[in-house]
């Protein structure tokens, strides 16, 4: 089964600073999403890549798909405080979805 | 918008206990699912449906049953619940197969088993 590995576990970042969140497989991959999860909640789903070579944006965070590489960044531009929660990033598995440990990201202010 | 509906929010049990953890979603949505997230572990797979009347086993489906008797609704039972099933349970649906379509999740439920 596909597993993903997301680096770093955890980042703590200043208010304002630039901040990139990995995501690798160990198989390739044919669609990468990208959530975000605040204490005590579900899960929000923030982008989703399907194509080598693909880049998205919303907001602040922008996301890219290495096909080549089996790896998916996720990148925050000058980060704020409602950027902190814990990122995860999940792919397709052959009818259900896997998901990496996630990268716990606080913002001081 | 409800989206999906998970109960209750929290339930402590005490070893040998079952319970169904209830999951309702308003979207038409035809595929559902039951994941478990421990700490350093992330998201973990229980069992998926892809539509009413079908269901299959995830990544760690041992002690866990499911159902799907209807579009809207995807119960999770614990037969006879164990200290390792203390988690916090998410449910999730999608439009169609995840391979188009991203997952709505609930707001889980956090289970203690004592």
């Known amino acids: 089964s596909q597993e993903l590995e997301q680096s770093p576990q955890s980042l703590i970042v200043q208010e304002g600073k630039n901040l990139t969140i990995n995501c690798t497989s160990s198989?390739?991959?044919?669609?990468l999403y990208w959530y975000k999860q605040k204490y005590g909640e579900g899960l929000i789903f923030l982008m989703m890549?399907?194509?080598?070579?693909e880049e998205k944006s919303h907001e602040k965070i922008t996301a890219k798909l290495d096909e080549k590489k089996q790896q998916s960044s996720l990148h925050i531009t000058a980060s704020q405080p409602s950027h902190a929660g814990i990122y995860l990033c999940g792919a397709d598995n052959n009818n259900d979805m896997r998901f990496g440990a996630g990268t716990r990201l606080t913002v001081k202010p | 918008n409800a989206g999906v509906t998970q109960t209750p929010k929290f339930q402590v049990l005490k070893t040998g206990q079952s319970m169904t953890l209830q999951c309702a979603q308003d979207?038409?949505?035809?595929?559902m699912s039951w994941y478990r997230q421990d700490p350093g572990m992330g998201l973990r797979l229980i069992h998926y449906s892809v539509g009413a009347g079908i269901t299959d086993q995830g990544e760690v489906p041992n002690g866990y049953n499911v159902s799907r008797s209807t579009t809207e609704d995807f119960p999770l039972r614990l037969l006879s619940a164990a200290p390792s099933q203390t988690s916090v349970y998410f449910c999730?649906?999608?439009?169609?197969?995840?391979?188009?379509?991203?997952?709505?999740f609930g707001n889980g439920t956090r289970l203690t088993v004592t």
């Open positions: 979207m038409n949505h035809e595929y």
């Open positions: 999730a649906s999608s439009y169609s197969p995840v391979t188009i379509s991203p997952l709505h």
């Open positions: 198989k390739t991959l044919y669609g």
């Open positions: 890549l399907q194509k080598g070579g």
